[in-house]
């Protein structure tokens, strides 16, 4: 009975996730083509860094990414903060979005599909 709850707990966390990674991906893929351009991944990766700028003077503060839920402060300035000042400036944050969309773009299309972002729905440094 207990390895019975198990599975189905590893199935409701499973399908959690694909469903939160579908809707991540219909919201940023603006135009509903089934793919999602640099341009849209861009346009989210703005509109992250904008909510998340609350004194809107153009850098994340360590306050200011502590107060992010869906990450971890520490590990996202490690990734983040190339000068290692302890902050992240808006080029800091799109220049290692761009990163992450090369990453996720696996066939080098220009584009992140559906099944690529699917492998990837957890962004580790950009939520959405």
């Excluded at 207990?2 to 579908?22: D, G, R």
Aim: aromatic share 10%; proline share 1%.
């Amino acid at each position: 009975m207990k390895k019975l709850i198990a599975v189905l707990a590893v199935l409701f966390f499973s399908a959690t996730i694909c469903i939160a990674a579908e809707k991540s991906f219909s919201k940023i893929d603006k135009n509903a083509d089934g793919k999602i351009s640099k341009q849209e991944y861009m346009d989210a990766v703005a509109e992250s860094f904008n909510k998340y700028d609350l004194n809107k003077d153009g850098i994340l503060s360590k306050e200011e990414i502590k107060s992010i839920k869906k990450i971890e402060a520490e590990k996202f300035l490690k990734e983040v903060d190339a000068n290692e000042d302890g902050k992240v400036s808006r080029k800091e944050f799109f220049d290692a979005a761009e990163q992450k969309f090369k990453e996720m773009d696996e066939n080098n299309s220009g584009h992140i599909e559906n099944k690529e972002w699917k492998k990837r729905p957890a962004f580790v440094i950009f939520t959405f």
